[in-house]
């Protein structure tokens, strides 16, 4: 199941209400949400997205930059 994208647009963190970026496998199926300005992740679990402020797991630096890398090659 895919978010709508209608749906990804409202959908805000819980700590800084800013925007996420969604975090898809390379199956394509939607993993988490992530806040790069605080460098939290958060769960997606049968298609439902886990916002709760204690679901946000902190990411390394180098998985941060990786999401980054991911999301630049989704928007082309």
Do not use: W
């Not at 996420?20 to 199926?29: C, M």
């Not at 402020?53 to 902190?58: K, L, Q, T, V, W």
């Amino acid at each position: 199941m895919r978010l709508d994208d209608l749906l990804l647009k409202i959908l805000a963190c819980p700590f800084d209400k800013g925007p996420l970026i969604l975090v898809t496998a390379e199956d394509g199926t939607e993993t988490a949400l992530y806040n790069p300005r605080l460098r939290l992740r958060y769960p997606v679990l049968d298609g439902i997205p886990q916002l709760l402020p204690s679901c946000g797991e902190p990411v390394s630096q180098e998985e941060h930059e990786e999401l980054l890398e991911r999301e630049r090659g989704v928007q082309g």
